[in-house]
């Protein structure tokens, strides 16, 4: 299983952009904050791994 990173852009409600950081790309990811780990803030790192978010 690959494994992505991602930074919290934005937080807009009960949602998240996310960029992702380990490859060169400008499109944003929106996600639902349910699904990010609990006290996340714009700036926040994240590894993805195994269908789950995690702080780095």
């Known amino acids: 299983m690959e ?3 991602y930074t ?5 409600g009960d949602y998240a952009n996310l960029k992702r950081t ?3 790309s400008d499109d944003l990811k ?3 904050r349910a699904l990010l780990p609990e006290g ?3 700036g926040t790192q994240l ?4 269908m789950q978010y ?3």
């Open 30 to 32: 929106l996600v639902a």
């Open 47 to 50: 590894k993805y791994e195994f």
């Open 3 to 5: 494994t992505w990173y």
């Open 54 to 56: 995690s702080i780095v």
């Open 40 to 42: 996340i803030s714009e």
């Open 22 to 24: 380990d490859i060169e």
């Open 8 to 12: 919290v852009v934005s937080i807009d």
